[in-house]
């Protein structure tokens, strides 16, 4: 693809994303909705059901949101996430290692989507997504020390990894609904 090909596309998946919030924007406003009874709806069946074990405590209680405002967020950010639990995360160099190769096949590498080992068959699949911290990770590899809930994110830097400081966090199962982006 030339650079004109790919800018046309990156304006057309902008400008329906666009469209999207429009449209999601006049169907709210345009919709009539039927008031619901505040005792017909006891106060157990208004909060969401905690379905995911072991998450963090602060969001036991997750708001319900509208269709619109998801609609809204997936098509602003064109990821949407999903919690999936609190994970021990670590880093890992290919210098560490002594290779770049990862488990899957590829190559490790760091980006837009950087690469991270985790337990794989057990808790993931090659090739799914996560976001750790504000950013968004492929599992491509494994480790003897990567079992059970323990994510370990690729850092080229040896020294930055010697830094980097282990912690526990709440991570994210990451979908793509208008298609997975390039590396």
Same mark, same amino acid.
């Given at each position: 693809?030339n650079?004109?090909t790919?800018?046309?596309v990156?304006?057309?998946?902008?400008?329906?994303?666009?469209?999207?919030?429009?449209?999601?924007?006049?169907?709210?406003?345009f919709?009539?909705?039927?008031?619901?009874?505040?005792?017909?709806?006891?106060?157990?069946?208004?909060?969401?059901?905690?379905?995911?074990?072991?998450?963090?405590?602060?969001?036991?209680?997750?708001?319900?949101?509208?269709?619109?405002?998801?609609?809204?967020?997936?098509?602003?950010?064109?990821?949407?996430?999903? #919690?999936?639990?609190?994970?021990?995360?670590?880093?890992? =160099? @290919?210098? *560490? %290692?002594?290779? $770049?190769? !990862?488990?899957?096949? &590829?190559?490790?590498?760091?980006?837009?989507?950087?690469?991270?080992?985790?337990?794989?068959?057990?808790?993931?699949?090659?090739?799914?997504?996560?976001?750790?911290?504000?950013?968004?990770?492929?599992?491509?590899?494994?480790?003897?020390?990567?079992?059970?809930?323990?994510?370990?994110?690729?850092? #080229?830097?040896?020294?930055?990894?010697?830094?980097?400081? =282990? @912690?526990? *966090? %709440?991570?994210? $199962?990451? !979908?793509?609904?208008? &298609?997975?982006?390039?590396?």
């Open positions: 693809m650079s004109r790919i800018h046309a990156d304006l057309l998946l902008h400008i329906s994303a666009l469209f999207i919030v429009l449209g999601s924007l006049l169907i709210v406003f919709r009539e909705e039927e008031a619901v009874k505040e005792e017909i709806i006891p106060e157990t069946v208004k909060t969401l059901p905690q379905l995911i074990p072991d998450i963090d405590p602060k969001l036991e209680k997750l708001p319900i949101t509208s269709e619109f405002e998801e609609e809204l967020e997936m098509s602003a950010l064109f990821y949407a996430t999903q #919690p999936i639990g609190r994970y021990y995360i670590t880093a890992y =160099s @290919h210098l *560490e %290692t002594g290779s $770049k190769i !990862t488990a899957s096949g &590829g190559k490790v590498h760091q980006g837009n989507i950087t690469t991270c080992a985790a337990d794989v068959p057990k808790y993931f699949h090659f090739g799914d997504y996560i976001e750790v911290g504000g950013r968004i990770y492929r599992v491509e590899d494994t480790g003897s020390a990567v079992k059970k809930r323990h994510i370990d994110i690729y850092i #080229p830097e040896l020294k930055k990894v010697k830094n980097y400081p =282990s @912690h526990y *966090e %709440t991570i994210y $199962k990451v !979908t793509f609904p208008f &298609g997975k982006p390039q590396d």
